[in-house]
């Protein structure tokens, strides 16, 4: 699964030919979360409050770049590297 930003010690994966809604992966301290790209709620896992909140974050002010990689994954293409949250 290709890892796509990191930041804090999370790691936001995004896999190829994924179903829908629109989503993507995030793993820290061995808990895996899956994300909304839309809303950026947790809709599957389990995953720490803080993390959460910085994944969050992270995914609205990044939701564009998201959006395109979600696109370019589901045609199995080169996604980007989307910035950490600074």
């Known amino acids: 699964m290709p890892v796509v ?4 010690g999370i790691v936001i994966m995004m896999y190829f030919r994924e179903h829908q809604p629109p ?8 808990q895996i979360g899956v994300f909304s790209i839309v ?3 947790l ?14 974050q992270w995914a609205k ?3 564009p770049s ?8 589901r045609d199995q293409g080169q996604l980007k590297h ?3 949250l600074s």
């Open 43 to 56: 809709i599957a896992g389990k995953f720490p409050p803080r993390a959460t909140r910085l994944v969050k």
């Open 23 to 30: 989503h993507f992966h995030a793993k820290y301290e061995g």
């Open 61 to 63: 002010t990044r939701k």
């Open 82 to 84: 989307i910035e950490p």
């Open 39 to 41: 809303d950026g709620h």
């Open 5 to 8: 930003s990191r930041f804090y």
């Open 66 to 73: 998201l959006l395109d990689n979600w696109r370019t994954a």
